[in-house]
């Protein structure tokens, strides 16, 4: 409530002189102009059916004008009143901005539209402020900035998440003030509304509390006093035409749920069932649990206060009184604590106000959603959709790009976990269970009856038994291979590479390569069709057709028992088996054709 210091002149009788004075002091209007006292002022702190907590409404005044010939639009307008010529101290109702100025259709009068601040600020376009920011900062310094920026002044207060801390959470290509304005205040449980000084106002509802009054049989005990009403302008009944009201009042708000969208479960404060929700707020993108907690915790501490009664009241006019000013009317059946949260006042002279509540008994559910379109850079989300066909959890966080998404029916069961552009999911049916993923790593033992594997990069492999019925390698690499029996029916390949084999018993039934290196080879019995080596060849028996090989003069060949049948080809020279009569003796020897 405004305190003025000639209030009690605002009631009928007194004389009232109103003046609407442009900026520039080209226009000067005064009750003489004005057609039949045709001046209205409308305030709404919240015109919804439902109370809802963090709208900004703009106030608007409208009259009709004589002998006023050239457009006022633009214009910016100072209205005040003087009171029984007390001109020391005149009464503003404000500053507005003419959007509407209309002829009538004799063109003897002008209809004439003006708003407040607010209406500038809801229309105005600060994308490109929000993109100038250096985050992160404090709400405090957040609200500042922007009310710096849309040019109009704050008045003082401490909000109940000031030092909540505000990063880049959205990069919009366009972000229109109203969505700005309404999320800070949201986020604050109060309500955005430019006062009589022309200052940005944060209107938080006070809590009303009941009058006290013992009973009849019990007063005046010594310990028992009446209490005043706090909270409340006491409207008499002289004051006051008519009151119509609701047989219900409404209740406290004991609960407070803070999401991102529907079904995300955000962040919950308090355990009642009168659940009032706030969805889809930039200001809280990508806060922790923690932080969502707190921010909700300080939500509720301030509306968890309001209660009040629906109501409609005709009274005769007094501007003092303001939109969010709790009153109190004594009917002949009930004591009504309501609030003015819409407020209609007409005349000049004879004042006369119209102060609306409305409201439901409990929360219906609705969501008090900011609808924009802005691309989200933060935000988490954790949502649990539940019909009678699905249960579907999804969970998302937008900065770090992260989604995991689980559902669950009666044909399957399918989780997805995406990052970027990257995707792995299982699903899983009664007959089949798919995993697909850019790689799958399997940690400990794995037991599987049978495998099959299109491609597969093996590290170290270690078995008992390995059989391949047909194994094709452009190149084959092992570092290790281990085996107490290994088996291969056909081995292919144009090169393969193997530091070291060991085995007791190695067969291969065929083996076809281009090339074979092998750092040591050691097998009980070895039979070659065709050998060329370049190193040291040692066995315990080696027998072939022909044997090619490249000595050199060191060269070492060790033979234990070396069987030949035809000849040996040795740098051009045969060398065979030869046979030499020597004194009567025929000696056999390994030796050159004569």
């Excluded at 009788?13 to 209007?29: C, E, F, P, R, Y």
């Excluded at 700005?180 to 006070?206: D, M, P, Q, S, T």
């Excluded at 409305?358 to 988490?380: A, C, D, S």
């Amino acid at each position: 409530m405004i305190e003025y210091k000639y209030e009690d002149l605002f009631r009928d009788g007194t004389d009232k002189q109103l003046s609407i004075v442009s900026a520039d002091g080209k226009v000067n209007i005064t009750n003489s102009e004005i057609h039949y006292e045709q001046f209205e002022l409308k305030e709404s702190l919240c015109s919804q059916s439902e109370l809802t907590f963090g709208v900004c409404e703009a106030s608007q005044i409208k009259f009709k004008i004589s002998n006023v010939f050239t457009s006022m639009v633009g214009m910016q307008l100072a209205v005040t009143t003087t009171l029984e010529g007390q001109k020391d101290a005149p009464f503003s109702f404000g500053k507005y901005r003419v959007v509407s100025d209309k002829p009538t259709a004799d063109r003897r009068y002008r209809n004439v539209t003006a708003y407040d601040a607010m209406y500038d600020i809801l229309n105005a376009e600060v994308s490109g402020w929000y993109k100038g920011l250096t985050f992160p900062m404090t709400l405090r310094q957040f609200r500042t900035s922007f009310c710096a920026y849309v040019g109009v002044d704050q008045e003082e207060i401490t909000l109940v998440n000031d030092d909540m801390t505000v990063e880049k959470t959205i990069d919009p290509g366009e972000l229109p003030g109203k969505t700005v304005i309404e999320a800070i205040c949201e986020i604050n449980g109060c309500f955005g509304h430019i006062g009589r000084n022309g200052k940005l106002r944060y209107v938080v509802l006070e809590q009303m509390i009941e009058g006290l009054y013992p009973a009849d049989d019990l007063y005046p005990a010594d310990d028992l006093y009446p209490a005043d009403p706090m909270g409340t302008t006491e409207v008499s009944r002289s004051h006051y035409i008519s009151c119509q009201y609701e047989d219900f009042i409404c209740q406290h708000v004991d609960k407070l749920q803070i999401r991102q969208e529907e079904n995300d479960i955000g962040a919950i404060s308090g355990t009642g069932d009168n659940c009032y929700i706030i969805e889809d707020n930039f200001l809280v993108y990508g806060k922790s649990a923690a932080d969502l907690q707190t921010i909700a915790d300080n939500v509720l501490s301030v509306i968890g206060v309001v209660w009040y009664r629906p109501a409609q009241v005709e009274a005769r006019g007094n501007p003092c009184l303001e939109v969010g000013d709790g009153i109190l009317l004594h009917t002949t059946r009930e004591d009504v604590y309501t609030y003015i949260l819409q407020r209609t006042m007409k005349g000049i002279q004879a004042l006369r106000d119209s102060y609306t509540a409305e409201g439901e008994e409990h929360r219906t559910g609705q969501v008090n959603g900011l609808q924009k379109q802005i691309i989200q850079l933060k935000g988490k989300t954790n949502v649990l959709t539940r019909t009678v066909d699905e249960t579907r959890l999804e969970m998302k966080d937008i900065n770090q790009n992260l989604s995991t998404q689980i559902s669950i029916n009666a044909q399957q069961i399918l989780t997805k976990v995406s990052k970027d552009n990257i995707v792995s999911e299982i699903n899983q049916t009664a007959e089949t269970i798919k995993i697909k993923a850019e790689r799958i790593d399997l940690v400990g033992i794995v037991n599987a009856e049978e495998m099959r594997i299109k491609y597969a990069t093996i590290e170290t492999l270690n078995v008992t038994k390995l059989e391949l019925n047909d194994l094709i390698a452009t190149k084959a690499t092992i570092d290790s291979l281990n085996a107490v029996s290994g088996r291969v029916g056909s081995l292919e390949a144009d090169h393969v590479t193997v530091s070291d084999l060991n085995g007791v018993s190695a067969r291969l039934g065929t083996v076809e390569a281009n090339y074979i290196s092998a750092g040591t080879v050691k097998a009980n019995y070895m039979e070659v069709a065709n050998w060329t080596s370049s190193g040291v060849i040692k066995a315990e028996r080696i027998s072939a057709a022909t044997i090619v090989n490249k000595l050199s003069s060191v060269d070492l060949i060790s033979v234990r028992a070396m069987s030949i049948s035809g000849y040996v080809n040795y740098k051009g020279t045969v060398v065979a088996w030869r046979t030499k009569s020597i004194n009567g003796t025929v000696i056999t020897y390994l030796g050159p054709e004569d």
